[in-house]
T-cell receptor, first 111, second 117 residues
């Protein structure tokens, strides 16, 4: 499974756009990139998933360059409730996937 | 709410006691996973079921740990002779390959927080 590297922490203010970049240099051809959000004392919550280019949903956007060696999670206009840990994972699209979590990025949103 | 549910949410026990946790996956999800998460770390994979069959176990799952999914629906995770090092959040996730998503997207429950005194 590809190893991912993300910043340990990030700070932002309410209303700003936050971009969290993840590097996955050894991503395989059949790997997808998935981001989860986790609040204290809760399980990880699926945010977004993509393979290439750009994916957007009601919560976030995911930008993946052509070489797929990195990805950027973009959170538009963050609020205090977006304070959480964000995990970037890569996993294949065949068989079961044993998700390998790193330590994630701790995002702190301040007023 | 039709998400993954876990019970109990919190468990405090004394060292040496046995504990059992339950996970109810999302209805019709045939895959079920257990993970363990300690403070400041990401979740670590413990074991995986497809229907009632346990197909993969991590080396983290010592012989004091046993998981079952007898009817392919809910699952239990039992820890025998608990140790203080077992204190952690135990997370359950479920998934299904239904063609709506390209990968085995896992949906997590709220977890069970175990404290061993």
């Amino acid at each position: 499974l590809a190893k991912t590297t993300q910043p340990i922490s990030m700070d932002s203010y309410e209303g700003q756009e936050v971009n969290i970049t993840c590097s996955h240099n050894n991503i395989a051809t059949n790997d997808y990139i998935t981001w989860y959000q986790q609040f204290p004392s809760q399980g990880p919550r699926f945010i977004i998933q993509g393979y290439k280019t750009k994916v957007t949903n009601e919560v976030a956007s995911l930008f993946i360059p052509a070489d797929r060696k990195s990805s950027t999670l973009s959170l538009p206009r963050v609020s205090l409730s977006d304070t959480a840990v964000y995990y970037c994972l890569v996993a294949g699209n065949t068989g079961f996937q044993k998700l390998v979590f790193g330590t994630g990025t701790r995002l702190l949103v301040s007023p | 709410d039709t998400g993954v549910s876990q019970n109990p949410r919190h468990k405090i026990t004394k060292r040496g006691q046995n504990v059992t946790f339950r996970c109810d996956p999302i209805s019709e999800h045939n895959r079920l996973y257990w993970y363990r998460q300690t403070l400041g770390q990401g979740p670590e994979f413990l074991t995986y079921f497809q229907n009632e069959a346990q197909l993969e176990k991590s080396r983290l799952l010592s012989d004091r740990f046993s998981a079952e999914r007898p009817k392919g629906s809910f699952s239990t995770l039992e820890i025998q002779r608990t140790e203080q090092g077992d204190s952690a959040m135990y997370l359950c996730a479920s998934s299904v390959m239904d063609g709506l998503r390209p990968t085995d997207t896992q949906y997590f429950g709220p977890g069970t927080r175990l404290t061993v005194l």
